[in-house]
């Protein structure tokens, strides 16, 4: 099980989201409106005046197997237009309850 | 959940809501009434009392100062003035605006119920009367006829005025110069004497016969009967053969003393219609009823009814103030229509795309809609001042919605879908949008808290734009957004664009411009003292031009219609006056051939009505009503020709006094005077000032038709009594007074009735025997003892001069010397008279001042400066907490004095007058001005945040907001033009405005990309607005 963490723009919430049912990914948990700024060339998402856009995240604990499909999809999604902003982190899950 | 989320999100709901908006709009559109300015409740109430046979002196004396006294401590008075004239005292009270003339009119009749007791014996009631502007009368007729001119009276009555008054909204149909029928006994006093006959006898034979008596109840058998006399003449030729008494064992007929004559009262008016024998028909309507549909009814109506006319009585349009109403209106609507046109087309210029100049143009209709209805729910018009506000909202409205597209535009092309860019763009901005509308209507609001005569007009304009900017707001919030999700898509970008597409023609030229501006910006920041010397130059150099710019106060407007008034020697009998009517009638037919119906009435009527309340009659006066043919099928102007008329009429050696004037409807009917008021007691000291003073104002360039108020003294005969004389006869003067009126006034003995008409009969002397000084001496009445004296025995006729009037205002004697300007502007004028009248040698008991129009002149500049500071000041809040900053409203608020430039520059080259209407145009401006600051500020304020550095902040923002600023610019500059370009009926009324904004904003648009960024500059520090620094300085613990 690997742990997908997606960080978006909000303007592609109903990317997101038709992603994951397009993947058959069913169990989620949403994180709305996440500030942040990209490390390298990722511009501000504040949420105020001078940077008024604003991220969402998703945490996603999915198969092994359906990682690459996923990251596939977040690059896709990426390529639409590099500004917009999408970024995808995987860590393995050791334990569940 | 946000208003725009859910918009997107229910499209449906939005459609319908705003749909539902419409719908209502529409409704209260189609139920408005139309007229040319909202209605106004003139605070004005006047108090009339007649004390019958007392004259001027008398009445100021006994009547006018004990009411105006007791009156003076009525609430909310502003000014009491009054006319005492013979019989009648008019006083006058003007309230503060917006007080209520319920309350004042309920104090006032308290205050005469305490000081009745104190008037004299046998005056009347005072009566309280309300002055409305919808009294004055809204259409008239000219009526002429030839064989049935006798019948004239019964027949309208019948014919017309009674279906007429069916039409619903009609206040009421007067007549003027009506022929009245009236029997006339005229009795010879010779024959009198020989009969031993007196008028009264002769009167009193009449009505002893002349009626109808019940006698009682006569049973007989079953029924009960009732018992009558009927003594009622059937024709006045009855008359002639009653018997007043006998002689000599044979009676004496009415016809063996007098002639009896069944016919038209004596001529005291002569009213004539291009030249015709006629009279006036006027209607007037009801209070709040709409003035266009009761004047197109009563046309509709007349021409229906003129058909059951007599052939030879003609009835004639003279004036229709529905007609200015109708065209301004309409010229109005079209420029609003253009303005909306041209709108469009910026808004496309500056997009380049269809889809969304049309979402954009959507919010235009919407705004203006709920426009109309919060007209509706205020029950106010369409009017000239409503449609003018729309005009000035209608380039605003767009604004916000194009901010709002732009963004979700911007998203759109980085790949989101419509819907999601509609969300998250209009949330990026929403704050924003509304902060600038927060300035608008700090600017627009405050003219709701406008008061006087100038807040009617104010207000409703800051209600209007403030509504409008504010639903635009709320519009590009949520239809914007719902429907950029339904519209808008992903434009591909064309490879090779054809050399007439947008790109490669309109956009390239934009791009040229940005960079061009850019590099200005760049050139202005290393020369930045420069530059402000520059611009302060101009600043200052624009203010010393100020200075050929003449004031005004509502300019003056060409409604097709000439009023003059001609006063001849008074005393001058009324056949003498016409004569003079007929030449003057003469020549304007030759000279003036723009003249289509020329109304001429001379004399007076002395049951003149209602009507005699806004002019003045008199057996020496000529009153002329003209209507012109429209402004488009003459070549001269309604003020040539009214100049053309004074040099004609002010050649004729009888005239006087005259006046002529141009304007009928204007606010409430006033025309612009400047008036030197000359306060004082003394008759002879203050007539001579007046003099002097007039003589002065005639010399003064510019000023025409100086008219002084108090009109000449008028020739009197007074019959002095001796009253041992009296005594000894054991006559009263009321005795005699009442003899001497029944002989040469009259005596009204009874009355004729006819188809249920009723006639007066009166009696008196043959107007042969009353006529002259011996005449009157040789009257001969009855003494209690029944002897015959001739009334030069009871004393001597003197020929007195005495004042026909004494006015008052603020309780003292008053002369005005009122001129009117000649193409100079009215602030011109009233500075050259004051330096005139400087001159005069004023004794220390009177008082002079400047005043009139003037005077509201000057009030309302001044309400209006006030204005002007409440807007700064709520414009500066707005901006301050939006910047959180001090200094940025100042930066911005630079701008503002380069607008009055513009201002300035615009009034001078098209030479117009710096009005109430072009004032208020300049305090628009200010939001407007400052509005492009703030966007242009604001983005600043952002790239610098962003982390870029001064100056390359203020170019690279500069380049990025000069098409927003452009685009806002030009919309309302192009909404603005066809006000400012418009011609025809009622145009010189809102075209100042129009002028002074796309004078300012041309002018201060250009001034402000330069000088705001400029300004910008000077007034901020490299890196002060790096918040992080003060913060690191607090916790520095990794060092």
Request: proline share 4%.
């Amino acid at each position: 099980m690997k742990a997908v963490m997606i960080i978006f723009n909000q303007t592609n919430t109903e990317r997101v989201e038709y992603m994951f049912d397009k993947l058959g990914i069913r169990g989620y948990s949403w994180f709305n409106d996440v500030k942040g700024r990209g490390s390298e060339t990722g511009e501000p998402r504040m949420g105020t005046h001078t940077w008024p856009e604003m991220n969402s995240a998703v945490l996603t604990i999915i198969p092994d197997d359906k990682v690459d499909d996923l990251l596939n999809a977040v690059e896709k999604l990426d390529n639409i237009h590099k500004e917009v902003g999408v970024r995808a982190f995987v860590w393995p899950v050791e334990k569940t309850v | 959940m946000s208003i725009y989320k859910n918009a997107v999100n229910k499209p449906i709901t939005t459609i319908m809501i705003f749909t539902a908006i419409v719908v209502m709009g529409i409704y209260a559109l189609v139920q408005m009434p139309v007229d040319l300015y909202p209605e106004m409740d003139p605070p004005f109430i006047s108090v009339m009392t007649t004390y019958a046979g007392a004259n001027a002196s008398d009445i100021e004396a006994n009547v006018t100062r004990t009411i105006e006294d007791a009156l003076n401590s009525v609430d909310n008075l502003k000014e009491i003035t009054s006319t005492s004239s013979d019989n009648l005292s008019v006083i006058f009270l003007e309230f503060e605006w917006e007080s209520n003339l319920d309350e004042a009119t309920n104090d006032i009749r308290d205050v005469i119920d305490q000081i009745i007791d104190y008037l004299p014996e046998g005056v009347e009631r005072p009566m309280i009367f309300k002055f409305n502007t919808s009294m004055m009368p809204i259409v008239f007729y000219a009526v002429t006829a030839r064989e049935n001119y006798p019948g004239l009276e019964k027949l309208l009555d019948e014919k017309i005025i009674n279906p007429l008054n069916r039409i619903e909204g009609i206040g009421s149909i007067g007549l003027m110069g009506v022929p009245r029928r009236v029997v006339y006994v005229d009795a010879d006093p010779r024959l009198l004497d020989a009969y031993n006959l007196t008028v009264e006898q002769i009167g009193n034979a009449i009505a002893g016969e002349n009626m109808n008596l019940p006698s009682g109840n006569v049973k007989m058998g079953n029924l009960d009967y009732q018992l009558r006399v009927q003594g009622e003449f059937n024709t006045s030729d009855r008359i002639r053969s009653l018997v007043v008494s006998n002689m000599a064992g044979k009676p004496v007929y009415i016809q063996d003393v007098a002639t009896v004559r069944d016919s038209i009262k004596d001529l005291t008016l002569d009213e004539t219609i291009n030249g015709e024998r006629g009279l006036r028909m006027f209607v007037m309507k009801q209070s709040g009823a709409n003035t266009m549909k009761v004047a197109r009814e009563v046309r509709k109506n007349l021409a229906e009814l003129q058909k059951e006319l007599p052939p030879d009585v003609e009835i004639n349009l003279i004036m229709d103030t529905s007609d200015f109403i109708k065209g301004s209106i309409n010229n109005l609507s079209e420029t609003l229509l253009w303005a909306f046109l041209f709108v469009i087309l910026v808004v496309l210029f500056f997009l380049g795309r269809w889809r969304a100049t049309f979402i954009i143009v959507l919010t235009i209709p919407i705004s203006l809609i709920v426009a109309f209805l919060y007209l509706f729910i205020s029950g106010s018009s369409i009017n000239v001042i409503s449609l003018t506000s729309l005009s000035i909202a209608i380039g605003m409205v767009v604004d916000d919605a194009i901010v709002v597209l732009e963004n979700i535009t911007r998203h759109v092309e980085r790949g989101a879908t419509p819907r999601e860019a509609a969300i998250y763009a209009t949330n990026e901005v929403w704050l924003a949008v509304i902060i600038t509308t927060l300035v608008v209507v700090a600017v627009f609001f405050p003219l709701t808290l406008v008061g006087g005569m100038t807040g009617v007009i104010f207000n409703e304009l800051g209600w209007i734009v403030s509504i409008t900017v504010v639903t635009s707001t709320v519009a590009a919030i949520s239809l914007t957004p719902m429907l950029s999700s339904k519209f808008l898509k992903l434009r591909e970008k064309k490879k090779q664009p054809k050399w007439y597409s947008y790109e490669r023609t309109i956009e390239k030229w934009l791009g040229w411009l940005d960079n061009f501006y850019e590099k200005t910006l760049r050139w202005a920041l290393r020369h930045k003292l420069l530059t402000l010397f520059v611009s302060l130059a101009i600043f200052v150099g624009s203010m010393l031009l100020m200075r050929f710019i003449q004031t005004d106060f509502m300019p003056e407007s060409d409604e097709s219609r000439i009023t003059a008034s001609i006063e001849l020697q008074t005393g001058t009998r009324v056949e003498e006056t016409i004569k003079t009517t007929r030449y003057i009638e003469s020549i304007i037919k030759e000279k003036f051939p723009e003249v289509q119906i020329l109304s001429a009435s001379s004399g007076s009527d002395d049951e003149g009505g209602m009507f005699s309340l806004f002019t003045t009659t008199g057996s020496n006066m000529i009153n002329l009503m003209m209507r012109l043919s429209d402004i488009e099928e003459r070549e001269k102007t309604v003020w040539e020709i009214a100049s053309g008329i004074r040099e004609e009429i002010g050649a004729l050696p009888e005239v006087i006094n005259f006046t002529v004037e141009t304007a009928g409807s204007g606010m409430g009917g006033a025309t612009n005077t400047v008036d030197v008021e000359i306060y004082g007691y003394d008759f002879n000291v203050t007539n001579t000032i007046a003099e002097e003073i007039k003589n002065r104002l005639e010399k003064v360039n510019g000023a025409i038709d100086v008219q002084v108020s108090r009109k000449n003294d008028k020739p009197e005969l007074q019959f002095v009594l001796d009253r041992d004389k009296l005594a000894l006869h054991g006559l009263t003067t009321a005795q005699v007074s009442t003899y001497l009126r029944n002989r040469v006034t009259g005596m009204i003995a009874s009355q004729y009735k006819e188809e249920g008409e009723e006639y007066d009969i009166r009696v008196r002397l043959k107007e042969e025997f009353r006529s002259s000084l011996t005449d009157l001496e040789e009257i001969s009445i009855v003494t209690p003892t029944g002897a015959r004296i001739k009334m030069k025995e009871l004393g001597e006729i003197k020929e007195y001069w005495s004042p026909p009037n004494i006015q008052h205002k603020r309780r003292e004697r008053i002369v005005t010397v009122s001129a009117k300007p000649d193409r100079i502007a009215l602030g011109e004028l009233a500075k050259r008279i004051k330096a005139e009248i400087d001159q005069v040698e004023i004794p220390q008991e009177v008082l002079l001042n400047v005043g009139g129009t003037y005077e509201d002149q000057q009030e309302s500049f001044m309400d209006l400066g006030l204005l002007m500071v409440l807007s700064l000041i709520l414009v500066f809040i707005v901006m301050a907490s939006q910047f959180e900053s001090f200094i940025m409203p100042f930066v911005i608020m630079f701008s503002i004095p380069f607008a009055f430039t513009g201002v300035i520059l615009g009034l001078l080259i098209t030479d117009t007058t710096l009005s109430l209407v072009a004032a208020l145009g300049a305090v628009l401006l200010i939001g407007i001005v400052v509005k492009n600051g703030i966007v242009l500020i604001d983005f600043t304020n952002l790239m610098r945040d962003r982390g870029l550095e001064l100056y390359e902040a203020i170019a690279v923002s500069g380049k990025s907001r000069l098409r927003p600023v452009l685009m806002t610019a030009a919309t309302t500059i192009l909404g603005m033009l066809p006000l400012a370009l418009s011609t025809g009926e009622g145009a010189e009324l809102w075209r100042p405005m129009g002028i002074t904004v796309i004078g300012g904003l041309v002018f201060s648009t250009l001034v402000t990309m330069v000088i705001v960024p400029v300004m910008y500059g000077i007034m901020s520090h490299h890196g002060e607005r790096n918040k992080k620094k003060g913060i690191i300085k607090q916790i520095r613990f990794m060092e």
